[in-house]
């Protein structure tokens, strides 16, 4: 096949890439299963089959957000790297063939000059020291390299020190943030974070469209997938919505500067800052549709990228911060509608209630992505249950070498 398989020197140990040994075709192959077993029942009540995964054609430094836990290490010095598959004991690495290449060298610095100038690392059994993680997240289309301290308290010692240091020894760095999380959890992130040097936010863009990143926002990690992965939402939203039954590429050549305004009316749930519903309205524009585009999250801090987002991309769009489960409820109770209804909920999926009010309002299509099969395959029950039918489903890998694997499924309503 001509797919050379990589070999990692922390493999058998390290908890992160527990695929790695296996040829990436094989890769797919077994994901493409793990779908059809789930869906393929679900697809084929209506004669549906399940497209080919889509696989990237380079399986490598795909991630864009890196990691690491600290903890002490001999002496004065801090260690750094990944947790051991199934515990937290951390093995070291120079570097990670996932990660985009200028992580690795960032976190591991973190430690050796958190080593250097004193800074204790965060001994997890006793709930003392200092610094916990850091997260690094790199541009995929933009130059920008944001880096998060992760401390058990407000400041660090020598702070001042510390990010004159790590500025000299990366350059790239284009913001430093520190993140205040003092309770004993394995959540990385606390709630209040504090910029120490640089930019406020960084940027990326997908798909044509720029976004603004916090450092505490939800932002896909492979970003070269999510194109993908939002292609595929774009095109189920858009596809057929005119009343030729034509997509809408193929039936915008057509359209008459006097035909009546041709809106659309769409809802993205679990919307993150906004990105899968920008990116859809950015190419509804181009084609001279008329989106009228709501989004919901429960995060107050990804509601506000996404009005920044909607804002420094030129598109109307209203964005809510509320539970989705309760806000579709106050929708349907209300009489609304939307054409389509995108949703793009957790690993846990969504919930009955927001599933019978989708159904309720969803006057054409509902789109939903997912990053767990299991979770959806239950869901789409529901929704099959409720007068909707499947029209396509695709998988996608974003996480290769793992066994992760997410899904956009198409439906529309019924009869
Ligand atoms: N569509 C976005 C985000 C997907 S991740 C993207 O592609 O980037 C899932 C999102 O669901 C997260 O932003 C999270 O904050 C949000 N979320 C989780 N539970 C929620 C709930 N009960 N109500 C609303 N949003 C929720």
Same mark, same amino acid.
């Given at each position: 096949m001509g797919y050379k398989t990589p070999t990692c020197s922390i493999a058998r140990r /390290?908890?992160? /890439? &527990?695929? %790695?040994?296996?040829p990436y075709p094989i890769q797919l192959k077994r994901k493409q299963a793990q779908v059809e077993e789930l869906l393929a029942p679900l697809a084929s009540i209506n004669n549906v089959t399940i497209e080919p995964i889509r696989g990237m054609d380079e399986p490598l430094a795909y991630r864009h957000k890196a990691a690491t836990p600290f903890a002490p290490g001999k002496g004065r010095t801090v260690r750094s790297g990944f947790y051991a598959s199934g515990t937290h004991q951390i093995i070291a690495s120079k570097e990670c063939l996932v990660e985009d290449g200028r992580a690795r060298a960032i976190l591991n610095d973190v430690a050796y000059l958190a080593g250097q100038f004193n800074i204790h690392a965060y001994q997890e059994d006793r709930g003392k020291g200092a610094l916990r993680h850091a997260v690094v997240r790199c541009g995929y289309a933009t130059d920008d390299v944001m880096l998060v301290l992760v401390v058990n308290g407000q400041r660090l010692p020598h702070e001042q020190e510390f990010i004159a240091a790590l500025r000299k020894a #990366? +350059? &790239? %760095?284009t913001s430093i943030f520190l993140n205040v999380n003092q309770k004993r959890t394995n959540a990385i992130l606390g709630r209040e974070t504090r910029l120490l040097w640089g930019s406020t936010s960084m940027s990326d863009k997908l798909l044509n469209c720029t976004f603004e990143i916090g450092p505490t926002s939800f932002y896909q990690t492979n970003p070269q997938q999510t194109e993908a992965l939002y292609q595929l939402a774009i095109d189920g939203a858009l596809a057929g919505s005119k009343q030729t039954g034509a997509t809408l590429t193929e039936a915008s050549t057509q359209t008459d500067a006097s035909a009546p305004a041709n809106n659309l009316r769409i809802l993205d749930a679990y919307c993150g800052t906004g990105t899968i519903g920008l990116c859809l309205a950015h190419v509804a524009e181009a084609q001279g549709v008329n989106l009228l585009l709501t989004g919901v999250d429960q995060v107050e801090n990804n509601i506000q990228m996404a009005r920044r987002n909607a804002r420094n991309n030129k598109l109307e769009a209203e964005f809510i911060c509320d539970d989705a489960t309760r806000y579709m409820q106050a929708l349907a109770k209300d009489g609304q509608n939307f054409d389509v209804i995108i949703l793009d909920p957790p690993r846990a999926g969504s919930t009955p209630a927001f599933l019978k009010a989708t159904a309720q309002l969803a006057q054409k299509k509902i789109v939903y992505v997912s990053c767990n099969v299991v979770t959806q395959a239950r869901d789409l029950k529901v929704l099959l249950d409720s007068g909707f039918a499947i029209e396509r489903v695709t998988p996608v890998?974003?996480? +290769? #070498?793992?066994k992760h694997v997410e899904c956009v499924v198409v439906l529309s309503r019924a009869n």
């Open positions: /390290c908890g992160g /890439c &527990e695929w %790695l040994s296996v #990366h +350059p &790239e %760095l890998d974003m996480f +290769p #070498h793992t």
